[in-house]
């Protein structure tokens, strides 16, 4: 057992926070074996940080019990990792939906266009000019 006083847990903590850090900027997606590979490799660099700090009781052997248990973690921490991953892109997707939708400015109806067709009438002008030429009768039948 370790207590909170002890160099040990400093030491924890920063190489907890070194494999944090080195995990984080070399992989962009990782599958989840690489997963469970990058917590095999953060628990053998927690374990030998624990190990190299004095005061530490079980000393560099490891017990059958305490690798069973660290062999069990290994798959559930990849998998509650890749869960929360998942379920962490479906949340950004559905604020970035919600956003795009809050965010859309309406855009007001166009006022609908009218045209006006040109009257068949007649010009008037026209009608001035040839009031009085030509023949006046009922139209010649054929």
Do not use: K, Y
Not at 1 to 9: G, I
Not at 86 to 101: F, K, P, Q, T
Not at 104 to 117: F, G, M, Q, W, Y
């Amino acid at each position: 057992m370790v207590a909170l006083e002890q160099p040990s847990v400093a030491l924890l903590i920063g190489a907890c926070a070194a494999v944090g850090v080195l995990v984080g900027s070399l992989r962009m997606r990782a599958g989840f074996v690489e997963i469970m590979g990058l917590l095999a490799i953060g628990q053998a660099v927690g374990h030998t940080a624990l190990t190299v700090s004095p005061g530490h009781h079980h000393g560099s052997h490891a017990t059958t019990m305490m690798l069973f248990a660290h062999l069990a973690a290994i798959p559930v921490g990849a998998m509650l990792i890749r869960s929360a991953e998942a379920a962490l892109a479906r949340a950004a997707s559905s604020v970035r939906g919600i956003v795009r939708v809050l965010g859309t400015v309406p855009v007001p109806a166009l006022a609908p266009i009218v045209r006006i067709a040109p009257r068949a009438d007649a010009n008037p002008r026209r009608l001035l000019l040839s009031s009085g030429i030509g023949t006046r009768g009922p139209p010649a039948h054929r």
